[in-house]
Structure formats: C-alpha cells, structure tokens
C-alpha cells in the first residue's frame, strides 16, 4: 500500500486547502444569513416621534406620528 504514504508536505498542502475552504464556508454563510444592519437605522435623526419605513434602494420614508 504505497499510496497511502503521503509525504509530510502534502499533508500541510492538505490541511491548508481545507482550513480555506472551511473559511470560505463560514464567510459565505454570514454573508447569506446575516441580518441587514443599515435596515434598522433608518430614523434618520428626527428623533423618537417620527416613523421611518426603509426602502431597499432609496431614501427612508418618514412620517410624523399624531399626537394623542
């Protein structure tokens, strides 16, 4: 059974290919799953009593709540 003799250096080869590949798994899975940040931050500084809807590619749209 000579091919189940790796050398040492293909071993590190080995180690390398798979540490990036567990890498690259783990950035594609926070890239897909996580949440959208800039979403939540759309009050705009107008301060608490207004009420700002996000839209995906365009400026927030705000409304003053009414005063009860």
């Known amino acids: 059974m000579q091919f189940l003799r790796w050398p040492p250096e293909r071993n590190g ?3 390398t290919i798979l540490a990036l590949i567990v ?3 783990i950035f594609g899975v926070a890239v897909i799953y996580a ?3 800039q ?6 500084g ?3 009593d207004w009420e ?3 839209h995906a590619q ?3 749209t705000c409304i003053k709540k009414i005063q009860r």
């Open 13 to 15: 080869r080995l180690c």
């Open 23 to 25: 890498i690259l798994a």
């Open 35 to 37: 949440p959208d940040f």
């Open 39 to 44: 979403r939540h931050n759309a009050n705009a």
């Open 46 to 48: 107008f301060g608490p």
């Open 52 to 54: 700002c809807t996000p």
């Open 58 to 60: 365009s400026e927030p």
